[in-house]
């Protein structure tokens, strides 16, 4: 059976997806599976070994430059790809307009959330078929229960994200065990204060645990450089791609994060994850995994330092 995922973005939704691949491999007969993503997430669904084939799509990108002849070129070719195979079932998960409206333009029948269940209903109208999935479950479950509902079959299996990555190879690393603390986010009020991550940083030092801290911009990475170096033994980690953070997270003793894409890629990979909520609440979107996870705080009730530690002990010794 062929079969092609949509869900684009944004990273964190990608990853909530992976439990999809992982199911229909389990329930299905050899299935052939693609994934149409943002060419920006396209690393994650290449780690997992059920996908087959990724079709990076640049919706954010194209937006920016629809008046270019060069981005008419670019959404020419991606329909040509989108349409050199035939597919037995195209599911939508993401129950945006902008994921239906790809996912009519491949050839086969499109399934997706009802319009009462899609975060767009207007989106269903794009569907040949729809599955009414309660708003009021995770993200990860909903996912699971359309594609249970789709391809009918039980949707009760344990979860796995099915994914693995190889260790980052860098000389810059400090030696195991290490911690990797995720400090930025694309909102400020998602933050967690600098001062609450360098008392954490210096607790899990006095533990053994050195702190590799990451960042995506310029300014994401000074101001891990600024907390980093008042933290015994930490590193403040170079610009790095999904790719080897993925490898750099697979590698650690355990993972803290605010509410990141990230955060949930360290969930995924089976890492000891800890995430703060500062502006947002956790029930339908924080992490889950099947190792250790936690979810602390909420809209305006960030986590004290204290917590994390108190929540951390089992991992820490």
Known sequence: MNILLVKTSSLGDVIHNLPVVS??????????????????FAAIPRLHPGVKRVLPVAVRRWRK????????????AFRE?????????????????????????????????????????????????????????HAVDRNRWLAAAAFDYPGDLPLDYGIAAPPLAADWLPPAPYAVLLTATSRDDKLWDEANWTLLGRELALAGI??????GSAAERERAARMAALIPGAVAAPALG?????GLIGASRLCVGVDTGLTHLAAALAIPTVALYTATAPELTGVVG?????NLGGPHLPP??????AVLRPVVG
């Open 304 to 309: 004290t330092p204290q917590a994390v530690l």
């Open 23 to 40: 199911d229909l491999v389990r329930r299905l007969p050899n299935p052939v599976i693609d994934w149409c993503v943002e060419e920006s």
């Open 242 to 246: 999904i790719a080897e953070l993925a």
């Open 290 to 294: 099947s190792a250790f996870f936690r």
């Open 210 to 215: 050195r702190c590799v801290l990451p960042g």
């Open 81 to 137: 790809r989108l349409r050199s195979g035939a597919y037995d079932v195209v599911l939508d998960t993401q129950g945006l307009v902008k994921s239906a409206v790809i996912a009519r333009q491949a050839r086969g029948p499109v399934c997706g959330y009802a319009p009462e269940a899609a975060r767009e209903p207007f989106a269903a109208r794009f569907y040949d078929e729809t599955f009414a999935i309660p708003k009021s479950a």
């Open 65 to 76: 430059s629809l008046l270019s002849p060069a981005t008419w070129r670019e959404i020419k």
